[in-house]
């Protein structure tokens, strides 16, 4: 570029030294002419053709003296504009830049500086957009994120990550983890990470009244080192921690756990019973007159008690499968209180109690499935037969509201402690173990019930003191 420029320098002088020539050619003929016309005045003519020649050289290196300041002066101020573009470049300046003057190199070069801006402001979008992007994702995700550097100070995380781990505002920023992170097993885990130990995991739990569950993973973040060798394993040049909400999980860990533990207690007692007498009655007792009706009996009752549980379970299977036969279609309520009343009668009876059905006869067709709502009825009478002592009272009454009808059994028994009131609708949960299996419940029948209800569109509660008696009540939509 500097050549083509000097170049033109040395054109613009070549050009002014041939008009000097040319001038001087016209000085040298015309004192010429004047000596042979003159010949005494010769010297006067030298001395003033040299005067003029003088001159005129004087005049010609001053006006190329003038163009090349002039033509400096631009291209100076040119370069200039061009090296303020290029450092604004820098600071991501990306205005398209124009360079005034002739086309030249340096119109040349602008071009390509601003083709090369107009493609570095690209570069510089799609990675804004890039990390915009990362970061709402990582900031919108449920699972707790959290990045540390290699100085173990908290770079970045999101609001479930502070949530889970209680930290406070954005002055966390840069700061080191061994002061926002209370956690020591989290702390643990970001140390040996940045070690850089691969698939950390640990479980915590936070929260002092509602617990909380979370699987922990560290990894460490390893980032090439322009100056490390090839083959070796890079450094860690930070950590990530994410922490998974594990609590619903570990739950039905748990309940999974005590079904298979409950279902097997409930096998196991019968099971044992049944084969202890077997083996007795094989022993001898067989012959023994006095007994062996009496130990036939009890293995009748425990293979009773057996398939009593086997076909609660199965019941509660499909249910929970979403298997449920059901046939929806309307109901008499007093059809259906009438459908139980004579069994609990007879059971009422036999222990003394009281029973009544207290029940409108005008009252409004329910919508349901007669088979499951008189189920679900029947063991509820059942129930409060069974809990309540002799010279008690059990009454079932129908309330009419705006949308569904809610029928409720009440008993004068036993009641239930406020503690169990929730949990008696758990599987296999049952206040007295021992008086309910004596009984012949399985503990499954107010499970069931519960599910019964909830497919018909209902809801089933108990409201109970213990001492005073008990009242389970259900609600089914009105049949439109
Ligand atoms: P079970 O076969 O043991 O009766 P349920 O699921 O029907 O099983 O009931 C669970 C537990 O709820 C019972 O074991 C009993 O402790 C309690 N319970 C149910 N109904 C009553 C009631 N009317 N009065 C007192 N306790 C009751």
Redesign the pocket.
């Known amino acids: 570029m500097r050549a083509k420029l000097f170049s033109k320098l040395s054109l613009t002088y070549l050009l002014l030294l041939i008009f000097l020539c040319l001038v001087a050619e016209g000085f040298a003929e015309h004192a010429l002419q004047r000596a042979a016309a003159d010949p005494a005045s010769t010297d006067a003519l030298i001395s003033g053709l040299r005067l003029r020649f003088v001159l005129s050289a004087a005049a010609v290196i001053a006006i190329g003296a003038g163009v090349y300041v002039l033509f400096s002066l631009q291209c100076n101020r040119r370069i200039q504009r061009l090296t303020e573009f290029s450092t604004r470049l820098g600071v991501s300046e990306s205005r398209p830049f124009s360079l005034d003057g002739p086309r030249d190199e340096l119109s040349q070069l602008a071009e390509a500086m601003n083709a090369s801006a107009s493609r570095l402001d690209r570069t510089i979008r799609h990675l804004g957009s890039e990390r915009d992007r990362s970061s709402a994702i990582l900031r919108s995700m449920v699972e707790g994120v959290g990045v540390i550097d290699a100085q173990e100070r908290l770079v970045f995380w999101n609001a479930a990550f502070s949530e889970i781990l209680n930290i406070e505002g954005s002055a966390a920023e840069g700061r080191p983890v061994i002061e926002v992170i209370r956690n020591t097993k989290v702390l643990k885990l970001i140390r040996r990470a940045l070690k850089g130990e691969d698939a950390l995991q640990d479980d915590i739990t936070t929260g002092i009244v509602q617990l909380r569950m979370f699987a922990v993973t560290a990894a460490p973040v390893r980032a090439m080192d322009a100056g490390q060798a090839v083959g070796a394993a890079p450094t860690p040049s930070g950590a990530v921690v994410v922490l998974h909400d594990v609590t619903e999980l570990r739950r039905l860990e748990r309940v999974r756990q005590d079904f298979v533990a409950n279902v097997s207690h409930e096998f196991k007692t019968p099971l044992t019973a049944i084969q202890g007498f077997a083996e007795t009655l094989l022993a001898g007792a067989l012959e023994d007159d006095k007994n062996n009706r009496r130990f036939i009996e009890i293995i009748r009752d425990h293979a009773t008690q057996l398939a009593r549980v086997t076909n609660?379970l199965l019941k509660l299977a499909r249910i929970e499968a979403g298997k449920l036969e059901v046939d929806l279609g309307p109901v008499s309520v007093s059809d259906l209180i009438e459908a139980c009343a004579e069994t609990t009668q007879l059971r009422a009876g036999r222990k003394g109690i009281e029973f009544e059905a207290d029940i409108d006869s005008d009252l409004p067709p329910i919508r349901g499935d007669i088979r499951l709502l008189r189920e679900v009825l029947q063991?509820?009478l059942?129930?409060?037969v069974?809990?309540?002592p002799s010279g008690g009272k059990v009454h079932v009454e129908a309330a009419v509201g705006s949308k569904d009808v809610t029928l409720s059994?009440v008993?004068t028994?036993?009641?239930?402690p406020l503690a169990?009131q929730e949990r008696?609708?758990e599987r296999?949960?049952?206040?007295?173990?021992a008086?309910?299996?004596e009984?012949?419940?399985?503990?499954?029948?107010?499970?069931?019930?519960r599910h019964i209800v909830e497919t018909l569109g209902g809801k089933l509660s108990?409201d109970?003191e213990v001492g005073r008696?008990?009242r389970?009540s259900f609600s089914v939509p009105k049949s439109s």
């Open positions: 609660d063991n509820l059942d129930n409060a069974q809990y309540t059994v008993d028994g036993i009641g239930i169990d008696i609708f296999f949960y049952r206040v007295d173990a008086r309910s299996r009984e012949g419940g399985t503990g499954l029948g107010l499970s069931i019930a108990v109970s008696g008990s389970f």
